[in-house]
């Protein structure tokens, strides 16, 4: 079974600041999707940005970048110019690629970001 | 429309109640979900609807009884809960579940079980 771990509960970040959000995962599959999840104090989960296994390029939404290492299992969150309404639980995800595994979102425990002005 | 709206936002109910979940999206999706969250914690696949059918049931127990009477409404019929049911319950869909496609979460209703 497939595990994700985000290993910092809580991070902050003064406006305007970078920082990164920690994801890695445990698989013995080598086709799959990883995402980044944000849910807001008013709880809808949006999706922030996504990456294929298989593509090398490190996928980028805006002020959103990851950075994905395949070998070492490592998919971590850039945000840049933060902004206060980045503030929000971020979980990262995984999804097999293949069969009823695909239906299934694995979550890690989340990182709570505050943004402070 | 890219929204999945969910009723009622909140529930209260007792032990002895039946109550139901309403789940609906108008984006042509095939995959339905219904995901249970507790507080600070990420949410957990209860079950998963393919094409009107059940796909998945993540050993849910009874008490819990999902239904999805057309392409676009999800139900989770609720009775005998009890408090430890209390949580954020999230309704989910994306174009189908064999593909890449992003899921599309509703806002959930707040349920507590007295």
């Known amino acids: 079974a497939q595990t994700v771990t985000q290993s910092q509960p809580e991070m902050s970040v003064q406006e305007a600041e970078t920082v990164t959000l920690s994801c890695t995962y445990d698989t013995s599959e080598s086709d799959y999707y990883l995402f980044w999840y944000k849910q807001p104090p008013s709880r809808q989960m949006i999706l922030v940005i996504r990456?294929?296994?298989?593509?090398?390029q490190n996928a980028t939404e805006n002020r959103f970048s990851v950075n994905f290492q395949k070998a070492a299992k490592s998919f971590s969150l850039k945000i840049s110019d933060s902004q206060l309404g980045d503030a929000a639980m971020y979980f990262c995800a995984y999804r097999s690629a293949w069969g009823d595994s695909g239906s299934r979102l694995t979550f890690g425990e989340g990182t709570q970001l505050t943004v402070n002005p | 429309d890219t929204e999945v709206t969910q009723t009622p936002k909140h529930l209260v109910m007792g032990m002895t109640n039946k109550k139901s979940l309403k789940c609906e999206q108008h984006?042509?999706?095939?995959?339905m979900y219904w995901y249970k969250q507790k507080a600070k914690k990420p949410p957990e696949l209860m079950f998963v609807y393919s094409y009107e059918k059940l796909s998945i049931n993540e050993s849910v127990p009874s008490r819990f009884s999902p239904e999805c009477p057309n392409s676009s409404l999800l139900n989770l019929h609720l009775h005998a809960l009890q408090p430890e049911d209390s949580a954020l319950y999230l309704c989910?869909?994306?174009?189908?579940?064999?593909?890449?496609?992003?899921?599309?979460f509703g806002p959930g209703t707040r349920l507590t079980v007295l």
């Open positions: 990456q294929e296994a298989y593509k090398q």
């Open positions: 989910a869909s994306s174009l189908d579940i064999f593909s890449y496609n992003e899921q599309f």
């Open positions: 984006m042509g999706h095939r995959a």
